[in-house]
């Protein structure tokens, strides 16, 4: 069976600070996301990729960057992290096949200070 | 837009007793539905799916979950529920727009605990 690996675990920035979370899956998958998670407030989209060269922005895209660097990896930037915020930041990836299902990785916990 | 909705944040139940959570979405024609699960400080897991067909779909770990068109609804069902199924679960749609979307819109999660 195949594995999304999220890095960092956890993150703590500061106010203003440019930070990077990494994604990386062994599925063989074409289509990657980036989901943001806050308490109460369910799933929100950010940014996803359908192929290896595509970049597409989600719902909750302001204030963030991503980059597909390869098949298997996806990055997402925080450009400027915002004091107090706390979130989890989920990756996922899919075939390339409108309306699939996702696998998911275990998430970056992001807190900054 | 498509939208979810799932009315019941929390949901307590005592162990071996039924379970239905909620789900109703907003979309004009059929959707693809999903229902995830979250257990602590993990990801989400997929429990099952609705495509087409009958309206009725089984999942892992005895979940199931009937698909109403007229009620606009995917309610989440399993018939005697056990401590380990304590987690957030939720509801997902994806419409279909002529074979172009890949996007889920996610529920805000039931948070379902289960009781000695």
């Known amino acids: 069976g195949g594995i999304i690996t999220q890095t960092p675990k956890f993150l703590i920035g500061q106010e203003g600070q440019k930070l990077t979370l990494k994604c990386q899956q062994n599925f063989n998958h074409d289509t990657m996301y980036w989901y943001r998670q806050d308490s109460g407030k369910g799933l929100r989209l950010i940014y996803y990729s359908i192929t290896e060269n595509d970049l597409q922005k989600g719902d909750l895209s302001e204030g963030y960057d991503a980059s597909r660097e390869k098949k298997s990896s996806f990055s997402l930037t925080v450009t400027s992290a915002q004091k107090n915020e706390m979130a989890v930041f989920l990756c996922?990836?899919?075939?390339?096949?409108?309306?699939?299902?996702?696998?998911f990785g275990s998430g970056t916990r992001l807190l900054v200070i | 837009a498509q939208s979810v909705t799932q009315p019941d944040a929390r949901v307590t139940v005592s162990e071996g007793a039924s379970l239905q959570l909620r789900c109703k979405y907003s979309?004009?024609?059929?959707?693809?539905l999903f229902w995830y699960v979250q257990y602590p400080r993990q990801g989400l897991q997929l429990l099952l799916k609705?495509?087409?067909?009958?309206?009725v779909v089984q999942g892992v770990n005895g979940f199931e979950a009937e698909f109403s068109k007229s009620n606009s609804s995917f309610h989440l069902r399993k018939a005697s529920v056990h401590w380990s199924d304590s987690a957030v679960y939720f509801c997902a749609v994806s419409m279909d727009s002529g074979g172009s979307n890949y996007k889920l819109t996610f529920g805000k999660g039931t948070l379902l605990t289960v009781t000695p």
């Open positions: 979309y004009s024609a059929t959707p693809y």
């Open positions: 996922a990836s899919s075939i390339r096949f409108p309306n699939s299902d996702y696998t």
């Open positions: 609705y495509y087409s067909g009958d309206p």
